[in-house]
């Protein structure tokens, strides 16, 4: 939706409502003032990311630059080992008790001390980069260390026996962060599948913080089948289940009616709808590449484990409209692509021969724009070129 301008002007409000290097809960902080915590407070660095990667913009990165580092020092000033532990936490997480019980913003499976610090980490580690990006070599250097520092203090502190960081949101973060102990990352992804497959009866059980990370996570780890099925859930907790009380939108939290016991709350709470880029990025698998920000190169990566027979998405990037279509037919999937003039794509295909990729009919290798360029774990990867192809893969 063009949201450049928009977003380049919201974190100038939030850049207003600083105090001491923490933003409010609000921004521009006419509605709550003197009010702040990191793991909400570090939209300040992620927001200008997500703007450069997106449109390219690296004025608001060198903008915002100072308000950054005067965000980190805070953070730096309130760490106890590595570890901050006041926070929001997981906000609005669904009681266990059921629908009928009390829904308050005190999280119950993940502790403030938990996002505070998966977010004090991506905040590190995304300055790192941002640093290198500005050409502050030395700065991008210190940042780096901080991150190295904060990964091994959240290991320390939270990663339990079993391979387990306590909750789906928790596994979800450290996975989508970065965090976790790479030759653990198996044993962490079968955690987080357990947790909801045998703890939760296919349900989630995250809040804010949880839903935007958590099925981008499950498709991430070839598990997009059971992101699918947590999100046709019609039983309680679940998106279906909220519907079914009456809800157009999306409610704060997960009491039984808006106004249970006396406890009003939003009727229409963005934040929870994290699970919405799940079909852009995930089942269309439209992703930018901070090696081409802009779109100027991107990533185009659908996920196919699932029971969906067909997917059309497309995005009005800076640079044209980029559409990712796939549909199955029996053992056979036609993936129908777009690229814009002057961008190209990196095309993730399910791992086959080469010969039984196939675009407009001839081998995807020897097809004009495509270039074959590595096999990655169950995927054969494509530089591909300006224009409009047609592949076909036969499982």
Do not use: C
């Not at 839903?211 to 981008?216: D, E, F, M, Q, S």
């Not at 800076?318 to 029996?330: D, T």
């Amino acid at each position: 939706m063009n949201m450049a301008t928009f977003f380049r002007k919201y974190v100038r409000d939030i850049e207003t409502s600083l105090i001491q290097g923490l933003p409010s809960a609000t921004a521009p902080g006419l509605r709550i003032r003197n009010v702040g915590n990191p793991d909400w407070g570090a939209a300040l660095v992620i927001l200008p990311w997500y703007i450069y990667q997106y449109y390219g913009d690296t004025g608001v990165l060198a903008e915002q630059y100072i308000h950054m580092q005067r965000f980190v020092k805070y953070l730096n000033k309130i760490e106890e080992n590595g570890i901050i532990k006041r926070g929001y936490g997981d906000w609005y997480d669904p009681p266990l008790e059921g629908p009928e019980a009390i829904s308050i913003p005190m999280p119950k499976h993940t502790p403030a001390k938990i996002t505070s610090t998966a977010y004090y980490f991506q905040v590190a580690t995304l300055m790192a980069r941002i640093a290198h990006i500005l050409d502050k070599p030395g700065e991008s250097k210190e940042y780096t260390h901080l991150a190295g520092r904060i990964k091994e203090a959240f290991n320390k502190e939270f990663l339990q026996e079993g391979y387990t960081y306590g909750s789906q949101t928790a596994n979800a973060m450290a996975l989508r962060f970065g965090l976790i102990i790479e030759e653990s990352r198996s044993a962490v992804v079968e955690s987080l599948v357990k947790d909801i497959m045998d703890e939760h009866k296919g349900h989630f059980s995250t809040g804010i913080h949880g839903a935007k990370n958590l099925y981008t996570v499950l498709s991430e780890e070839n598990h997009g089948n059971i992101a699918e099925k947590i999100l046709k859930n019609t039983t309680y907790p679940s998106i279906g289940y909220l519907f079914s009380l009456g809800a157009t939108t999306n409610w704060e939290n997960w009491s039984l009616t808006p106004n249970h016991r006396g406890v009003p709350r939003s009727r229409n709470h963005p934040m929870n709808t994290g699970f919405a880029t799940w079909f852009s990025q995930s089942l269309g698998g439209i992703l930018p590449d901070e090696t081409g920000p802009g779109f100027k190169k991107f990533i185009l990566k659908p996920d196919l484990r699932n029971n969906l027979f067909s997917v059309n998405v497309s995005y009005n990037s800076p640079h044209g409209l980029i559409i990712s279509n796939w549909k199955k037919s029996g053992d056979l999937i036609q993936y129908i692509i777009q690229i814009p003039v002057n961008s190209v794509a990196e095309v993730y295909l399910p791992l086959t021969p080469k010969k039984k990729t196939r675009e407009s009919g001839k081998p995807a290798a020897k097809a004009e724009g495509v270039k074959f360029l590595r096999e990655e774990g169950n995927f054969s990867v494509y530089l591909v070129g300006s224009g409009e192809y047609s592949f076909e893969v036969n499982l």
